[in-house]
């Protein structure tokens, strides 16, 4: 398993050519404070949604037998980006939260309800790159606990140096308390 840490603050972000800064990224950095907003695909979901079943009812309804499973196979899967498109209504698409003492996870993007861990639980925080799966974008955040894993693919991210800031903030140290 091929993967890409970063240790430490590797250069400023925006410094690079090939990085694109969005007015739209929620990304807000305030001294030892940082908050990057997931994007969501809200018209991806609904256009998948309008696809499978719209190509899934026409299949159920004109042709044969084979094909009418295949339609319902379409219309599941219709159904299935419906209530990821709900979803995407219902709840914004969440942000990585980093302070001093605390780290704030979106369990994904439109998901609502956070997980909240001490800054000091994080073991890793690292990229993958070549070990990841043929269903989602490389890189992948990973961010380790003690006890569980939060990978962030890259498709959930405005640009991939969202996701180097991430790493940076959790291998800065906290300022010292005084």
Not at 6 to 28: F, I, K, L
Not at 30 to 42: M, N, T, V, Y
Not at 56 to 66: A, E, I, N
């Amino acid at each position: 398993m091929k993967s890409t840490a970063v240790s430490g603050p590797s250069r400023p972000p925006g410094r690079d050519s090939r990085e694109v800064a969005s007015p739209e990224a929620t990304a807000v950095a305030s001294g030892a404070d940082l908050a990057i907003g997931l994007e969501d695909a809200r018209y991806r979901h609904l256009g998948w949604a309008v696809f499978g079943l719209a190509l899934g009812g026409l299949m159920v309804w004109k042709l044969g037998t084979v094909a009418q499973w295949a339609g319902y196979v379409l219309i599941a899967f219709g159904a299935w980006a419906t209530v990821s498109f709900a979803r995407t209504l219902i709840w914004q698409p969440g942000a990585i939260e980093i302070t001093d003492d605390t780290v704030t996870l979106p369990r994904g993007p439109s998901r609502g309800r956070p997980v909240t861990i001490k800054r000091a639980d994080v073991a890793h925080a690292y990229l993958l790159r070549r070990a990841v799966p043929w269903t989602r974008a490389a890189p992948v955040l990973v961010i380790e606990t003690g006890e569980r894993a939060f990978s962030f693919p890259r498709d959930w991210f405005a640009a991939e140096s969202e996701q180097r800031r991430v790493i940076e903030a959790l291998v800065a140290a906290p300022a010292p308390l005084a």
